[in-house]
């Protein structure tokens, strides 16, 4: 059984999209948008047929085709359609359309407008490849295709210093974590022979130690390429300057589709994971630990550090991508802790509500000539109500608050963590806490209270194209949580051979405190106390009261922690000192010894030479009278 | 008493040719190096002969001939060739004849 064929235009739709716009449309702004615009819709109004049509068993179903094949190594470019890629291509074809729909608002006007849209295309296909991958190879070359593009529209401000250093920089970070992709895949295919991955994740069920020593390792030189993605500490710092591209990216892009991507890989993935322990011997000091489990205390480190460093940020936008990271910190560690079903499950909550949240954003910063700053904001109430409202709808889901969206699926990680690691679960309840106390200071001060800057006063509320898009994405934030999705994608995570269940019983509101009460008890108790922690401390303030209590904490989390400034100091350093000393072998070893090495060798035997040569007639004849006692010396001694 | 034999002739030789030589590699004057270079062809002619007597044999006489008559002849040439110099250049020391050095 296969996919119908059709399924393949979900995937080049957005390609045709970008090449008709490049080759032809750039001089025709709205014509390129309507393109980009209606590719898009395509997409997801087929993914939706597609879902409809066929529901996928907990096997799947691929579309495939033989690319290439050399001397044994075979490659494929399929199209595979189970769970996972379904619920991950509606959660991107949905999100995408809405905000493809909103660019058209926000970026009218501006001179680049075609090739925007040309590269958000590029984008969407780019992502949905991934998505539908069947093999590590093509989802290694859609991953790069994804970064190129997040590069292109990062730096689509390229004019602007700071938009092009961060694209640059996003570019280069994530190029560090898809070289411990690579590396992982190799071991991976040098081992098996394969890279197509159910034939993988059956052939790794049968010979669970098929990757010998190297299994752990390869599966944390994946997750390599995931942390580049998905922002994991330390390649954290490149996703906050993302943000110095245009709104509808940073909500497309850094908040909803790529940077899941990690997250999605690292669940197509599951089954290396699964593998038991095993370490080479270089590496014996990791011993008793599983790549699993580095996984989870790297996401809930990330989750932890970048929550604190939202907490003092006064960028909109930036505690937007702190609060990004965070969350991305979360289901990486819900991967970890062996629930990928829960963090799938956050992942599509999250597209939702933090596409809302940077879609609002986007909105308030438009209607403030480009302000950016919180505590310039306030008082919105009144004069943007759609953007208010729909903002608090996405603030409350990512603070957990039931029934919206957020809490379930937060609970489901909290839930897989309380199974997994007692201490990880303490760490992603205070990390709860703290995520709804910084989006409750975020909401508190930029919404409420009174206008503190001219352009607040007189903000009025953004144009239809803007707001309906906000309405729509308002809409799953609210519901996403009711559709058992968690339940659906546990069955993609099954064992290949494994007897599925029947399908998932009906949805109860109330399922959290049945099945892990502890979980979503300690949840809601956290999201509570920050919230009215928040509101304590930032109800009608004009100043941010913090710094004056924490002091230096909060100087340190204001500035991020110094991340940046210490891997300037390491990584600049390190850079110097080795460009200082290739210089050093290339001006005295290459350039000294070889170079002038050779042309000073035989200059200095002309100029010895030179010497014989003096002009004088009576050197000469000493010389040949030199030579002539010389022999004669020799004949007579001999 | 002593009897002179075909060493002792060598050994004047010898050292006629020794001067000869150290007068063309140190003296400066054009004129004198040319009389050193007649002093080592006197000191050949000498040896030539003292062979030719002691050896019963009149080819080393012969050859003699030969030289004593090419040195008229160079230095008939030379000596035209240095006066002109000396005309030129108001000077017969080889280190102010240099024009040719490189």
């Known amino acids: 059984m296969t996919a119908p064929a059709y399924a393949w235009l979900i995937l080049f739709l957005p390609l045709f999209s970008a090449v008709a716009i490049t080759l032809g449309a750039r001089r025709s702004p709205q014509l390129s948008a309507l393109i980009s615009i209606g590719a898009v819709a395509g997409s997801f109004l087929l993914t939706v047929a597609l879902a409809l049509s066929a529901p996928p068993g907990s096997q799947g179903v691929e579309l495939s085709v033989r690319w290439m094949e050399v001397a044994g190594f075979q490659a494929d470019f399929g199209f595979r359609v189970d769970t996972l890629s379904l619920l991950m291509l509606l959660v991107v074809t949905g999100v995408g359309t809405a905000i493809h729909a909103y660019s058209f608002g926000y970026m009218s006007g501006d001179p680049g407008f075609a090739r925007f849209f040309g590269s958000l295309s590029l984008f969407m296909f780019s992502m949905l490849g991934i998505v539908v991958s069947t093999n590590f190879l093509q989802m290694f070359i859609f991953w790069e295709l994804v970064g190129v593009s997040s590069y292109l529209l990062i730096g689509f401000w390229h004019e602007k210093p700071a938009a092009a250093d961060a694209c640059k920089k996003a570019f280069l970070t994530n190029r560090l974590g898809d070289f411990g992709f690579i590396l992982g895949i190799l071991i991976v295919w040098s081992a098996t022979g394969t890279l197509h991955f159910t034939e993988l994740a059956k052939h790794l069920e049968t010979h669970p130690a098929a990757l010998g020593s190297l299994a752990s390792l390869a599966a944390l030189l994946v997750f390599c390429g995931a942390m580049g993605k998905s922002a994991q500490f330390p390649l954290h710092v490149w996703l906050p300057d993302a943000m110095e591209g245009p709104t509808p990216v940073s909500a497309l892009i850094h908040a909803a589709t790529m940077v899941a991507a990690g997250v999605f890989m690292l669940c197509r993935m599951f089954f290396l994971f699964q593998l038991p322990a095993s370490w080479p011997e270089a590496l014996a000091f990791l011993h008793g630990w599983s790549a699993a489990d580095i996984v989870a205390w790297i996401g809930g480190f990330t989750a932890l550090l970048a929550a604190l460093m939202a907490m003092q940020q006064d960028d909109i936008k930036r505690i937007l991508a702190y609060s990004t990271l965070s969350q991305l910190g979360y289901m990486v560690m819900g991967v970890g802790v062996g629930g990928p079903a829960a963090a799938m499950f956050h992942l599509s909550t999250h597209a939702f509500f933090k596409a809302l949240l940077f879609l609002g954003a986007g909105s308030v910063i438009h209607a403030l000539h480009h302000e950016q700053d919180i505590w310039k904001m306030g008082g919105l109430r009144r004069s943007m109500p759609v953007t208010f409202w729909t903002f608090l709808i996405g603030t409350a889901a990512l603070c957990g608050v039931p029934p919206l969206s957020g809490f379930y699926s937060k609970d489901a990680v909290l839930a897989a963590a309380s199974h997994g690691n007692p201490v990880l679960f303490a760490l992603a309840v205070t990390v709860a806490g703290m995520t709804a106390f910084y989006m409750s200071r975020l909401f508190l001060v930029a919404f409420l209270g009174s206008p503190r800057s001219d352009h607040a006063s007189h903000a009025h509320e953004s144009p239809p194209v803007m707001s309906y898009p906000l309405l729509l994405l308002a809409v799953p934030s609210v519901i996403a949580g009711f559709f058992g999705l968690e339940e659906r994608f546990t069955l993609q995570f099954l064992p290949p051979s494994a007897v599925p269940h029947g399908p998932g019983h009906g949805f109860d509101p109330f399922a959290p405190f049945g099945h892990a009460p502890a979980a979503a008890m300690f949840g809601l108790g956290a999201t509570l106390f920050g919230v009215s922690f928040a509101a304590a401390l930032y109800g009608g303030a004009s100043r941010d009261p913090l710094p004056a209590k924490l002091g230096a904490l909060a100087r340190a989390m204001r500035a991020r922690f110094y991340f940046d400034e210490l891997y300037e100091k390491i990584g600049v350093r390190l850079h110097d000192a080795l460009a200082a000393l290739a210089g050093w072998i290339d001006r005295w070893i290459i350039a000294g010894l070889g170079v002038k090495g050779a042309h000073g060798t035989v200059d200095l035997a002309g100029r010895a030479l030179r010497l014989f040569q003096t002009g004088s007639l009576q050197t000469y004849a000493f010389f040949v009278v030199a030579g002539l006692v010389l022999m004669l010396l020799m004949t007579l001694v001999s | ?102």
């Open chain 2, 1 to 102: 008493m002593m009897k002179v034999g075909l060493e002792h002739y060598l050994v004047v030789s010898g050292l006629l040719f020794c001067l000869g030589v150290l007068g063309v590699i140190l003296r400066r004057n054009l004129l004198v190096l040319y009389m050193s270079l007649e002093l080592m062809l006197n000191a050949a002619n000498l040896a030539l002969v003292a062979f030719s007597r002691f050896n019963d044999h009149l080819n080393g006489q012969v050859m003699v001939f030969f030289i004593i008559t090419v040195a008229a002849a160079e230095v008939a040439v030379g000596l035209a060739l240095i006066v002109a110099l000396y005309r030129k250049r108001q000077s017969a020391h080889v280190e102010d004849l240099a024009s040719l050095k490189l």
